[in-house]
């Protein structure tokens, strides 16, 4: 079957940055996500998720590559000062390329 | 009873105990853990139960008599950013944001504080207005809004370091956290329902958000003793300036919320409540909203000295201290 | 007690009030979640509790006495797909798939509407058949069966639109799932268990399944309001048919489960109860089923119409409902 | 140490493609997986994890690319009509190449 | 009462028949689980109650009566695996670092059997020694450490078949795991705190620490059915002498058990539990310290030794057989 | 904004290896690491994570070549052989490439 190339962008941040980051993944135009809670160390400190409010996320969004360089330039720019955060994006091959 | 003997049978009390414990096993890395559900159930078990006790006691007693030492509860929580954000910026000499951000904490409540008050009440045979889960639900916001707004007069950047997610979004957002938060939500909702429910609907429930309630305080306060111990560590990043504050703060607080709690009509033991609440500094709620509307400032801080410092502070001295006050006040 | 006192109480109850507090937190989109493992251990709770108390009344009742009812509820609950699935076909002009999914759905049972009525006929002093617990249990799975078969001979593509993983492996699922489901398992197990027990086995575990059981419903339809809610916006999608379905339907079955377990011998505690059962629908056990079975049917269909419409429905005014109409067929 | 490239495919599917699933990738020859619960939305809607029938999958395959590309073309023609759920396949380098 | 009598009550009471559906589910494959954290937050609760009431009762009973027998106890942990190693090196042909292995995890001791057999005992009227809640916790690790050191004596290259990340740190990962390892730190730790406060404090968590426990503990053990029940497969890997072996070690070592409590001076009811200490066998504890410090050892066999064949055979059978030898030890 | 081309490496490990395995990563020079129990099933079996002593972990970390190279060289040769375990590595890009 045909296989599409796309971007699967992942993000981990911490818990509090859920609403903002959603919003953008939804008005850069991703047409779905997935989100699962992690624990985590970095230059923020350990966030060792035993606490809600203390926890990580980790958002996972498979887009076109444009889509993901906006995504990237934004949360370069509004995110990262602001939230406990990294952003990596990798090349992925998907079936239905138009699904995102 | 002296202050001294009520301080030893309140560190003798199982609550105390199992959070020392807590700490403990945090401190000598032991890999007991409290999985996040674990903890969200008993929080919301715990806000349900003392939140549907409240409702239940304000039914009874009537609006009439809550009204103004609800009243007088919120203006003290939103009075006290006032008085400690000039202490953190020039005593403490610490930036505009930080003391603000401070100040939001000590001013808004820690319901598991307040719990632990409860509990210590019934300990020691003190009577106490079941009502007062209602102060504990209105001192929550108030002196978090008045923390935000101190934080961005202050230090506009602190409103947009970086163009906001959403502009002005955030400040909504606070407002709509204030509002709508998990911890507002459960305490003022299940104070609403045991408002409707009364006494009749209290005898259903009570086996299960009543009777049992002492364990799993004791329970809850072993994973707190946990959470708290893993901080511990950061006491080295906060200096000695926080660590003081941490401790005599509620000294200060507690002494105004007894003083409010007799001058609004309380009784010995709602006073000494309200006096808890004040000296309480909030660990949950209060971070979730200054992380989003006062981003700049340094959670390490807030976080700290409310939870590593005035927490425990208050558990093992802070409370019966302000039994003792009443008492000497009421005398 | 007129119709209306009954609802009124039963508004007023703890358990309804604080699902309404769910569903408010879900519209105002509050931050407050039940982690699903919470969810999960409630669930286990409710169904063991109920299982076990209804196997020890049938220890006690003996077999002999609740066969006939039983066989009954089993055939009702198989039947009622029969009637329903021509309405949904000719008045609602849903496709078969669909139709025979929903079909399936309001045969089968939900045990926490069942559970919110043995709630409900306690605090009105309503005595009722412990037992009954095991029309519960024989009730979940006929209709899904039969749903199932409905849907594939009404539409023979539902079976294969995709050659099916596993050929003909579905259909083993679903009866694997009917027998074996987790729900089934755990009712029909506690209830066995319970049996096995009697009295005596009952007296040790009391003060967990039996006592605190009226609280922890309260604390459990909390999160199923908030479950209910966050599929409130689904109601827009689904039309004006479905909304009347899931209203209806109920009444209809409500009577008839009322009118079949007094012919059977029930007393009228029993007939409420066995009208509630077949006047709730399932939302746990037969989207499980169908969505493996009848992949083609439309979950937001059948989820919304069982469990944004029936559910509180039933939990508001089924309950009563059925109550009033025993209470009338007995008189 | 030496290193072979092998594909990760990763499948984000709701909670009642479990059983199905897993069968594929035995039958497929994949010789592990791993798996965990995640929340997601998607064209099928919001899939809040508040109930585990309710909950989304992340199932996650280490495979040859020639078992990665029979996976991709059993998901795309017997599964997705049939349940919600995306796959998408990444490159990776792995130890002990005759693993997987 | 017969032992057949006796045997015939354990396996009627909630507890042994939850686990016997526990098992039935795992075995039909349903799609019956318990998520994790309800799994952690059981065992917690277990374990600090079970701690909690034995440091009360031994601020009863005083340290004078407890010395003896608590040194006896882990004098007997210890010197478990130098019997059941050699048994197994020999009969068994097992590798060094595998008989190792299972020794420790026969020489530890299984806190949930200790609590079925505290449970077994009240149903019976047995009066026991509350206290006893100490020698589990002493006996957990002694045996752990000599079963490691015996492993790499035996098989040095067990201590590094590749180079150990940290070297020798893995020993003393294993020390630190045997001192402040989740189960000895909830059982000792609560122990103390049951110490501290005494009677009083019991008073305050009794209705959640000890009214529900038989309940919590027959639920517990529906999720250890399954747990168990989906290592049954396991049960054609390990062998003949395996099964043999976790079935005929339990009635040498329960033998052993209650004779040293009869020695040291415990009652019927105390000399019982001493024995099923002494039978069961650690299958939480033991492999996670193996694990790490004997990388070697085949998992499977120790885990399924212990958690598929004793952990059930004790909870069955083992109970009884040791009570009905105290009881003809003490006629 | 400008990307950095990074390895993110992946390690699904059995829970015990979770002291010695965040041991490594940070003497290896990784400056923060992701983490979350997952579910498996590989050549040591079946790993279902009803009990936390028997569950698995993903490990997740963002690092230079050069140090995903001595960490996957350190993980085959120490912890292959003592833990249930696999790892793999693959091509991300990053922001603020002095981060990692
Ligand atoms: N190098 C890294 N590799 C993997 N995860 C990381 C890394 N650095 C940070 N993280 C994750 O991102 C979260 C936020 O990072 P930070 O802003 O550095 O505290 C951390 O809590 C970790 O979960
Ligand atoms: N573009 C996307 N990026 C990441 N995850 C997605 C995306 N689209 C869908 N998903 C996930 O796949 C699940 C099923 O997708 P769907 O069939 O589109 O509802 C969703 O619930 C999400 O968890
Ligand atoms: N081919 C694979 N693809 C994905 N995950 C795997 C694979 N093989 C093993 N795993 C994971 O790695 C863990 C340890 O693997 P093993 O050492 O083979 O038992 C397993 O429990 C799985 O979670
Ligand atoms: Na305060
Ligand atoms: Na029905
Ligand atoms: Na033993």
């Known amino acids: 079957m045909q296989t599409h190339a796309m971007k699967l962008l992942t993000i981990v941040c911490e818990a509090h940055a859920r609403g903002p980051v959603l919003d953008l993944l939804r008005s850069a135009g991703a047409h779905g996500w997935t989100l699962f809670p992690v624990e985590g160390e970095g230059a923020g400190g350990g966030r060792p998720a035993d606490i809600p409010e203390f926890t990580n996320l980790q958002i996972q969004v498979v887009v076109r590559a444009d889509v993901a360089d906006v995504l990237l330039d934004r949360l370069g720019a509004e995110f990262f000062p602001r939230y406990a955060m990294i952003a990596f994006a990798a090349d992925v091959q998907v079936l239905r390329g138009d699904k995102f | ?331």
Chains 1, 4, 6 share one sequence.
Not at chain 2, 56 to 76: N, Q, S
Not at chain 2, 235 to 251: C, E, H, T
Not at chain 2, 287 to 316: K, Q
């Open chain 2, 1 to 331: 009873m002296t202050l001294l003997d009520a301080v030893q049978a309140n560190l003798l009390s199982p609550a105390v105990l199992f959070f020392a414990l807590g700490v403990f096993a945090a401190v000598v890395r032991s890999d007991l853990r409290f999985p996040e559900p674990l903890y969200a159930g008993l929080t919301i078990y715990l806000l349900v139960a003392i939140g549907f006790k409240g409702g239940v006691a304000l039914a009874e007693a009537g609006l009439a008599r809550v009204w103004l030492p609800a009243l007088a509860a919120m203006a003290l929580g939103a009075l006290i950013p006032f008085w400690t954000y000039p202490v953190l910026r020039r005593v403490g000499r610490l930036a505009a944001v930080d003391a603000a951000a401070i100040a939001a904490h000590y001013g808004s409540v820690s319901a598991v504080t307040f719990i632990a008050a409860t509990n210590y009440l019934q300990a020691v045979g003190q009577p106490y207005e079941s009502y007062a889960s209602a102060f504990l639900a209105v001192m929550e916001s108030p002196a978090i809004l008045v923390g935000v707004v101190l934080g961005r007069l202050a230090s506009p950047r602190a409103a947009g370091v970086a163009p906001s997610p959403g502009g002005d979004a955030s400040l909504r957002a606070v407002v709509h956290e204030a509002l709508c938060g998990r911890s507002v939500l459960l305490l003022v909702g299940s104070l609403v329902v045991g408002v409707l429910c009364g006494p009749a609907g209290m005898a259903k429930v009570e086996p299960f958000f009543v009777t049992p309630f002492q364990g799993v305080l004791a329970l809850f306060l072993l994973e707190m003793g946990l959470v708290a111990g893993r901080r511990l560590g950061d006491l080295r990043k906060v200096g000695a300036f926080l660590l003081a504050f941490g401790m005599l703060v509620p000294l200060v607080n507690g002494a105004l919320g007894v003083w409010v709690g007799q001058a609004t009509g309380l009784g010995l033991g709602g006073a000494t409540l309200l006096g808890v609440l004040a000296a309480s500094a909030s660990y949950i709620a209060a971070p979730a909203a200054i992380r989003v509307s006062l981003p700049d400032a340094n959670p390490t801080l807030y976080l700290t000295a409310s939870l590593a410092i005035t927490f425990p502070f208050n558990l093992t001295l802070g409370i019966p201290y302000c039994h003792a006050l009443a008492r000497w006040l009421y005398a």
